[in-house]
């Protein structure tokens, strides 16, 4: 079988899939539901050395690789903008995983605190200059929450920015995704891998898509070909085999574990603000996005919270040629000056000479107990101390301690599943305007597979909806005009 014959037959099924779109009920929430699924066609190795070639569709077909938030965010805009365009989405495993997953299962959609651009571009180590252009004045924070809120999912903007559903449940923004891509005829397939790609001679893409249980292989000609599939190696070798070039991925948001026994035991215990800052031997230069302000929790394992996550992004190529090997200095009352700290214990002594220092912390401090009497092992002052026994030194060195703890970072640990790498193709490599490359016409490429990824607090998500409706809306213009002149 020829790619003519594979694509012709992908049309006929996509149309009659198309078709059975009509048939559609809705749920009590306002999704549009469709029909039962319609089997996929398969192609054997065998049967396509043996067809003969046959004239393909004339409708023009895009296919998506990947089915997270870019790709099928992309998909929808793509049959929005261009409805005769035909729209398949490959994903291998499941339909849009992280989201299911992010924010502890309630999907972080967006960060409704970052009206600026400006503002906004600086919450992505790679890519934070490249985006402060035009990027999200085509499909910002605003223009997200209201494609939702307008599709019927409730959103909710909480005290630091992060935006939820109000269901508090990334099915609502799922389950919103995936009926508005069968409602307007996208077709979404799963347990698929495309494991090659090449430009013909007429500019159309030569796919090779493979199952992951079954021995089958299905080559497809497309007209235009979007490549969202995330940190996944798939696409990194897709853009190689197009003439891309990739910047080696490593990760990016992670905790840190820390080799402190007694810290260890304060697992659960967090810190409303402070100031991380880190210290690698590789890096002599000052890099001010090395010392971060925010939440801190401690962990059974070390450090995490958004604080350390922020650093862990921007510092995530210094600290993987470091091999995840630092010194972190944490000030833990980062709105006192080290003078006025100091003076503040010297009272504290004075009022309560005959009292336990364990007993008795200075309130304003904020601090748990479990926390004081951590820094007061350190300073290697015993439980019973009284603050009598408490010299002026003892009193320095506490001080020291709450605005400059030092702790050695001692590797990396996974931020759960809601994994995160900096690297990709090169943002140089790319229109920003419209998405597409500038190597190949009509490769389009947005999400997580390029060199771009965001701090913590809805950002990546951002990212991969505002490249996925400008690359949505590109393809959508370019084939719609391909019509008309087809029909002309």
């Known amino acids: 079988m020829s790619f003519s014959l594979a694509r012709y037959l992908l049309n006929l099924h996509l149309s009659f899939s198309s078709r059975t779109a009509s048939t559609r009920a809705t749920n009590n929430h306002g999704y549009i539901l469709l029909a039962p699924k319609v089997n996929t066609t398969k192609f054997t190795t065998t049967a396509i050395l043996r067809e003969e070639p046959q004239k393909p569709s004339a409708e023009e077909l895009l296919v998506v ?7 099928v965010y992309g998909a929808i805009r793509a049959k929005t903008v261009a409805p005769n365009l035909k729209v398949l989405v490959i994903e291998k495993g499941k339909l849009l995983s992280k989201v299911k997953v992010s924010g502890g299962g309630r999907c972080n959609v967006t960060n409704g ?25 085509m499909h910002g924070p605003m223009d997200t929450m209201s494609w939702f809120v307008d599709r019927g999912v409730d959103l909710k903007t909480e005290d630091d920015g992060r935006v939820f559903p109000v269901s508090n449940s990334s099915s609502s923004v799922i389950d919103c995704l995936l009926s508005e891509a069968k409602c307007i005829g996208v077709s979404l397939q799963t347990g698929k891998v495309v494991t090659s790609a090449s430009a013909s001679a007429s500019g159309k893409f030569l796919l090779k898509m493979e199952r992951r249980t079954l021995k089958s292989v ?10 969202a599939s995330g940190s996944s190696p798939q696409g990194h070798n897709l853009a190689v085999q197009l003439g891309h070039s990739i ?5 990016s948001l992670f905790t840190f574990k820390i080799e402190d026994a007694q810290l260890i035991e304060l697992s659960g215990v967090t810190f409303s603000k402070v100031i991380v800052k880190l210290k690698l031997e590789n890096v002599q230069r000052n890099i001010p996005h090395l010392t971060q302000i925010g939440p801190m929790l401690v962990t059974h394992w070390g450090l995490s919270g958004p604080a350390i996550l922020r650093l ?8 993987y040629t470091s091999g995840y090997k630092g010194k972190l200095i944490v000030d833990f009352v980062p709105d006192l000056h080290i003078e006025d700290l100091k003076s ?5 002594k004075n009022r309560f000479l005959k009292q336990k220092v364990l007993n008795s912390c200075p309130v304003e401090l904020r601090l748990v107990k479990r926390f004081w009497k951590y820094i007061l092992d350190r300073e290697g002052l015993m439980g019973d101390t009284l603050w009598a026994s408490v010299s002026n030194n003892s009193l320095v060195s506490i001080a020291n301690l709450l605005k400059h703890c030092t702790f050695e970072v001692k590797g990396k640990g996974q931020f759960k599943d809601e994994f995160v790498t900096a690297g990709g193709v090169p943002l140089s490599e790319i229109h920003l305007n419209t998405m597409e490359s500038r190597i190949q016409p009509n490769i389009y490429f947005a999400g997580e597979v390029l060199n771009v990824d965001g701090v ?8 991969a909806w505002s490249g996925g409706y400008i690359a949505g809306s590109s393809i959508g213009r370019v084939a719609g005009n391909a019509n008309l002149e087809g029909a002309m």
């Open 65 to 71: 690789v990947g089915g997270g938030a870019a790709g």
């Open 113 to 137: 605190h970052c009206a600026d651009n400006l503002v906004l571009a600086d919450n992505y180590p790679r890519g934070n200059k490249e985006l402060r252009g035009s990027f999200f004045n």
């Open 218 to 227: 299905e080559l497809v000609e497309a007209d235009y070909l979007l490549i």
């Open 247 to 251: 910047i080696d991925p490593v990760p």
């Open 312 to 319: 862990s992004a921007w510092g995530a190529r210094y600290l």
């Open 344 to 348: 503040m214990l010297s009272q504290q």
């Open 456 to 463: 913590t607090g809805g950002f990546n998500f951002q990212n």
